[in-house]
């Protein structure tokens, strides 16, 4: 294989294992992926009745997986983008993705809803950001939350460490603040890892935002906040 780059995925394993399939299936002996979570997800807290909500917002597939371990079921619910809408249709649920972020699921539920229809109930992290609760509410909306799982911190694997420290990762897709805030703390700790021919991929100019203080060779923002753009952005990056 030539011109092939290294990425490193830090994405909790399950994301990081599908982001991996695509990148392979979609360009095929372009790139060599490295997974080090910097995530993991535990399951927590309880499931509320479902019965009362008028519909189900999911912004996460972690969301998904955690409200069906606990028995949830819901005939119609509103998924931030793509792959969250995949993971409820794969559990039996009707889902309609906003195929966005935050605000597009924002947008697409004040849209499509009526607040005297009935509450909602966002189904999330222990951490969230895009104030979708705020701005729901603000609309007239009853937003209800369920915190069904934490994100724990992660260290790098052994293998991920390494490439770091000997500059072969070229590549790193940032999909949250989150991830991106832990990986910015990593580096901070590590400054003398050679980071001047690294690019972050980020999937919004929020997660850009994390990485202003580090010295990185770019940072490219995807067109839109979604999947589909990410992965055209890594195939313009792999080209």
């Given at each position: 294989m030539?011109?092939?780059?290294?990425?490193?995925?830090t994405?909790?394993?399950?994301?990081s294992?599908?982001?991996?399939r695509?990148i392979e299936?979609?360009?095929?002996?372009k790139?060599?992926?490295?997974?080090?979570?910097?995530m993991?997800?535990?399951?927590?807290?309880d499931?509320?009745?479902?019965s009362?909500?008028q519909?189900?917002l999911?912004?996460?597939?972690?969301?998904?997986?955690?409200?069906t371990?606990?028995?949830?079921?819901?005939?119609t619910?509103?998924?931030?983008?793509?792959?969250?809408?995949?993971?409820?249709?794969a559990?039996?649920m009707?889902?309609?993705?906003a195929?966005?972020?935050?605000a597009?699921?924002?947008?697409?539920?004040?849209?499509?809803?009526?607040?005297k229809d009935?509450?909602?109930?966002?189904?999330?992290?222990e951490?969230?950001a895009?104030?979708i609760?705020?701005?729901?509410?603000?609309?007239?909306?009853?937003?209800?939350?369920?915190?069904?799982?934490?994100?724990?911190v992660?260290?790098?694997?052994?293998?991920g460490?390494?490439?770091?420290?000997?500059?072969?990762?070229q590549?790193?897709?940032?999909?949250?603040?989150?991830?991106?805030?832990r990986?910015?703390?990593?580096?901070?700790?590590?400054?003398?890892?050679?980071?001047?021919?690294?690019?972050?991929?980020?999937?919004?100019?929020n997660?850009?935002?994390?990485?202003?203080?580090?010295?990185?060779?770019?940072?490219?923002?995807?067109?839109?906040?979604?999947?589909?753009?990410?992965?055209?952005?890594?195939?313009?990056?792999?080209?």
């Amino acid at each position: 294989m030539t011109n092939v780059k290294t990425l490193l995925l830090t994405r909790p394993k399950t994301q990081s294992l599908a982001l991996s399939r695509d990148i392979e299936d979609s360009f095929p002996d372009k790139a060599r992926c490295i997974i080090s979570p910097l995530m993991a997800i535990t399951p927590i807290g309880d499931l509320p009745d479902t019965s009362e909500f008028q519909a189900v917002l999911f912004t996460s597939a972690n969301g998904v997986q955690a409200f069906t371990d606990l028995g949830g079921t819901t005939n119609t619910c509103y998924c931030v983008g793509e792959r969250t809408s995949q993971a409820a249709r794969a559990a039996g649920m009707e889902a309609i993705s906003a195929n966005g972020a935050a605000a597009e699921l924002i947008t697409l539920v004040s849209k499509k809803l009526n607040p005297k229809d009935g509450p909602l109930l966002h189904i999330r992290g222990e951490h969230t950001a895009g104030g979708i609760v705020e701005n729901l509410t603000a609309q007239g909306f009853t937003v209800d939350q369920a915190v069904l799982y934490r994100q724990q911190v992660c260290d790098l694997t052994d293998v991920g460490q390494q490439a770091l420290e000997r500059g072969e990762v070229q590549g790193l897709p940032l999909y949250s603040p989150l991830t991106a805030r832990r990986f910015a703390e990593v580096l901070a700790k590590n400054q003398s890892w050679p980071t001047q021919n690294l690019t972050a991929l980020c999937i919004s100019e929020n997660v850009a935002a994390e990485l202003q203080k580090l010295t990185l060779g770019r940072v490219e923002i995807a067109a839109k906040p979604n999947g589909t753009e990410m992965l055209a952005l890594i195939d313009r990056f792999l080209r």
